[in-house]
């Protein structure tokens, strides 16, 4: 085994699996599956899940939104995600805990390291909603944030892209994949990872992350186990 204790990222977007909007129950269950598979190897946890699927505030923004009440309304988004989450890992038998970055008792407990670090300890999937708890911020950010308070070995990114291109794949079927890439080197390219906050954050504390698809049932126990099916951005 890889690694003992990860920051999992996960997509908003991806959660609408074939739908355009909302939850795609399959998808969740999916995810469940495969975060039981790899923790039923022992590996600790935590979990941060975007909102796009439901909100996003930059996108309410463009539409007329206050960017501060878009921003919350999208980390509402967040825990709604969570939620649905944590009851598909309870259906297939895992423990988990959602811990918000805003006080909203008794839906989650409010966010703190050591109730995270406690209850990875414990063996429970912990996963962490509403982001930073401020506006401005990405899920991105938050994931950063996160994965360096936890003492997350790695952060695990999962897209709908099997890794880092020089270009977007999806738009330029000429872009190659890299195998690893430095944060500079994103940085000095111009490549969309994550935003620049979150990965400046993960370069100055030493947080390695890995882009993988997760879209692809067994990606994540691959991942764990070591095989190269994605790209590893490092120092």
Sequence with gaps: MQFHR????LSGESLMGTQRYGIDEHRLAEYADQIKEIH???VQIGIVIGGGNIFRGLTGAGKGFDRVKGDQMGMCATVINSLALSSALGAVGVRSRVLTAIRMEPIGEFYSKWKAIEALEKGEVV???GGTGNPYFTTDTGSSLRGIEIEADVMLKGTRVDGVYTADPEKDPSATKFSEITFDEIYNRGLKVMDLTATT???ENNLPIYVFNMDV???LRKVIDGEPIGTLVHR
């Design 6 to 9: 990860i920051l999992l990222k």
């Design 201 to 203: 954050m993960c370069k």
């Design 40 to 42: 039923d190897l022992g």
């Design 217 to 219: 049932l067994g990606n």
């Design 127 to 129: 996963i962490m909603s």
